[in-house]
């Protein structure tokens, strides 16, 4: 029998990277929080790849960091190994990824939940959900319970729906053999959001003794070590080594042999899978022309012998699991100790939300991380972050939390998943902000952190140091401005030794640093009043100054943007009914419904020519409202 079981200003449905940014947001802006989660040991668990950040996606972490989330402190605290990707290419693209001892990440996630005040973590499955009559909304959980509250974040990951796919055997089931969301996709349903299926896959897990190493080559950290959060004081050490091999021609005939076997190729997934992180059959047959594909053997953790297969995902049957890795040079013995598996689960179209990642027609409803369509725990929970604080916000009668695109990655998602949908699972990419040399990794504080102060997530004491951290950087570009570089035998011996041209008179710092053969650290042994600052002060001022110029044109491109983002479009326009404007245009602004004209501007299928007939238009109705 149904029973009434308690009331909250805020429901997160799912404990995974979306779930637990959600809950720790609603509940550190005061708001009672609960957080339901199938399986209570499965709190920020990491089903697939036992890593934080990568390409652009570190860049989330640091601005989920910067805005007050948690992320980055716990990825810092599960440190096995820590690595900055792309440090051969411009600053833009530089990433930190950490390898992270999994089981370390979810016991610490877990932890937090449970110590913080206003959010209540609960085992439960979620199976029905509908709006009261008050608009409040009525959670049903398998065991009869009611639950309401005044907003629900969806971030139900890959467990709604959730079947597994190995070869020729499928059932029901979510990551890592876990109980699927059965019932709740059929509520979703009736409620009136239109579900469909995506995919996603995970490498096999082999036993570290069956792994001949000698055949590997090794992959060490950097040092030193870079954290991912601002607040972290001592980083963290790398205390693993990774390696890496190779498929060869015998890989790509086990498994060219056994294509017909693959549920992939054979039909029984419908799901659409990752377009950037396929699976190995789908490299073989999508890239036949490469000789061989890369593998990352990494440790999922200090205390299992568990390694993990980056990039050696598969849906193929066991058996042919077994053959095509025993191909694989290091991996001739390899002992399985999880198969790997495909997954299939329902998300939603991420279109039918706005900014805030409220949906437009269901009040106080809000959608985060795989369930809109993305992929990747980074992404997830960024956007867990951002509905989770919206959801409160909104409770508490506050302004929302929106972040355009020249803010942050946070915001440039949130805009292409609202904004432009998805076909297949959405991965971030530093390729997708054209603003990224202003959205770099090294100034996230100074971008998002003044904005966590305001949401009141950002403490006193953490506040003061960053705008003491700021300060060092004002000061040192000014004095960087100022200091004059004589010319000596030591300055020229640097300058030739660097390969660029040698000084006859005295140069300011600045424009030494901004040759591309120079840095701080060249120039250390000839800068006499050279202060003791922060590493992290020193590279952001010495970025800022070589790349003056681009980012200049950069922000001015940013002003335009925010110039038509200004400009907003009333909610209830029926824009089949404005002359001039293409069908196409019609349909996706009449589904969409953006928020403003530059949000209008980045829909697909909407043209330059319908967005002068938007500007006519607006400019007229402004006009005939003021007459």
């Not at 076909?423 to 904005?451: F, G, K």
């Amino acid at each position: 029998m149904r029973y009434q079981a308690g009331k909250f200003d805020v429901a997160v449905i799912g404990a995974g990277h979306a779930g637990i940014e959600a809950g720790l947001a609603s509940a550190r802006l005061g708001c009672s929080t609960a957080v339901f989660t199938i399986n209570m040991d499965a709190v920020g668990n990491c089903p697939c790849n036992p890593s934080i950040g990568g390409t652009a996606k570190g860049h989330l972490v640091r601005e989920i960091d910067a805005l007050g989330g948690e992320m980055g402190k716990t990825a810092d605290a599960a440190t096995l190994q820590s690595r900055m990707l792309n440090l051969g290419k411009g600053p833009a693209v530089h990433s930190l990824r950490a390898q992270i001892d999994r089981r370390e990440y979810s016991k610490i996630m877990k932890h937090k939940l449970e110590l913080q005040e206003n959010l209540y973590l609960k085992q439960a499955e979620i199976t029905d959900l509908f709006p009261g009559a008050d608009g409040v909304w009525h959670l049903v959980t398998r065991m009869e319970a009611e639950y309401e509250a005044k907003a629900v974040v969806l971030a139900t990951g890959t467990f709604l729906g959730g079947r597994i796919f190995v070869g020729d055997v499928s059932f029901e089931s979510g990551p890592d053999g876990m109980f699927p969301a059965a019932f709740l996709g059929a509520s979703l349903k009736k409620l009136g959001l239109q579900l469909r299926r995506f995919k996603t896959g995970t490498p096999a897990r082999v036993l570290r003794s069956s792994i001949d190493f000698s055949e590997l080559e090794e992959q060490a950290g950097d040092e030193p070590v870079v954290p991912f959060s601002y607040e972290t004081q001592i980083p963290p050490k790398n205390t693993a080594i990774c390696h890496i091999s190779w498929t060869n021609d015998r890989t790509k005939d086990v498994i060219l042999k056994n294509l017909h076997r693959s549920p992939l190729y054979g039909g029984a997934i419908e799901g659409i899978g990752p377009r950037y992180c396929p699976s190995i059959e789908d490299k073989i047959v999508r890239f036949a022309d490469k000789p061989r594909h890369q593998l990352f053997i990494e440790p999922c953790g200090q205390d299992t012998e568990e390694m993990y297969l980056q990039g050696m995902s598969s849906s193929l049957p066991e058996d042919v699991q077994i053959a095509f890795y025993r191909t694989i040079k290091g991996l001739e013995n390899v002992e399985i100790m999880r198969s790997a598996y495909a997954i299939e689960y329902d998300c939603v179209d991420p279109t039918a939300m706005n900014a805030t990642l409220e949906f437009r027609d269901f009040p106080g409803l809000y959608g985060a991380g795989q369930f809109n369509g993305s992929s990747g725990y980074e992404e997830a929970a960024a956007q867990g972050f951002v509905a989770g604080a919206n959801a409160a916000l909104k409770i508490l009668g506050r302004e929302p939390l929106i972040l355009d695109r020249a803010s942050s990655y946070i915001g440039t998602l949130i805009d292409d998943l609202v904004t432009k949908g998805v076909n297949d699972p959405y991965r971030m990419m530093t390729s997708r902000s054209e603003y990224r040399l202003v959205l770099r990794q090294d100034n996230a504080d100074e971008r998002l952190t003044p904005i966590g102060r305001k949401l009141g997530l950002i403490s006193d004491e953490r506040y003061a140091k960053f705008l003491e951290k700021e300060e060092m950087k004002k000061a040192e570009r000014r004095r960087a401005d100022e200091t004059v570089i004589p010319p000596s035998s030591e300055v020229n011996e640097i300058l030739v030794s660097r390969e660029t041209s040698p000084i006859s008179s005295g140069v300011r710092l600045t424009e030494l640093l901004r040759r591309p053969q120079l840095t701080y650290e060249a120039l250390a042994p000839v800068d006499p009043t050279r202060p003791e600052l922060p590493k992290a002060v020193f590279e952001n001022v010495e970025i800022e100054i070589k790349y003056e110029g681009y980012i200049r044109r950069q922000r001015a491109d940013i002003a335009e943007m925010r110039r038509l983002e200004v400009k907003r479009l009333p909610t209830d326009v029926d824009y089949s009914k404005i002359i001039g404007l293409r069908s196409e245009a019609q349909e996706k602004l009449g589904k969409i419904r953006p928020e403003n004209i530059g949000q209008a501007s980045r829909i697909s299928g909407v043209s330059p020519a319908d967005i002068s007939v938007l500007l006519i238009w607006l400019s007229k109705r402004d006009r005939s409202a003021a007459e």
